[in-house]
């Protein structure tokens, strides 16, 4: 969405990303605090594709995640309030929880995690 001269706001850019349900969305801080950081979407077909709403790129990255996490549920991006974000935190439904590099998005680190999966990561 972008906003008009006259306040309305016009849909600028929209596709479908993923074959299935869309699990997660989270917003990665940018160097410019006028425009809009990285955006991650993570889906039921078990990737994770990233957006880059400068460059109006509906898909700027993916990744697929290991066979035996399950389905990525929630995401985060750390520092995530700080630009720029250098890493992403990701849940999944069986329980396990990965830590990414956003620069070439290696798995660095996976914890346990929780029984079942876990609905949100802060």
């Known amino acids: 969405w ?8 016009k849909l600028t ?9 869309m699990r997660s969305l989270t917003m990665g801080a940018s160097p410019n605090e006028e425009l809009p ?12 594709k990233t957006h880059d709403w400068v460059k109006r790129l509906n898909s700027s990255g993916e990744v697929r995640t290991p066979s035996d996490f399950g389905t ?8 995530p309030n700080k630009a720029p974000s250098t890493h992403c935190i990701i849940g999944f439904d069986g329980g396990k929880v990965a830590l990414y ?18 609905a949100s990561l802060a």
């Open 2 to 9: 972008e906003k008009q001269l006259d306040g309305s706001l």
């Open 13 to 21: 850019l929209a596709t479908a990303v993923h074959q299935g349900s």
């Open 37 to 48: 950081g990285t955006l991650l979407s993570c889906g039921y077909d078990e990737t994770m």
């Open 72 to 79: 990525p549920i929630c995401s985060s991006f750390a520092p």
């Open 101 to 118: 590099k956003k620069r070439d998005w290696s798995l660095q680190h996976v914890l346990a995690g929780h029984e079942g999966g876990g």
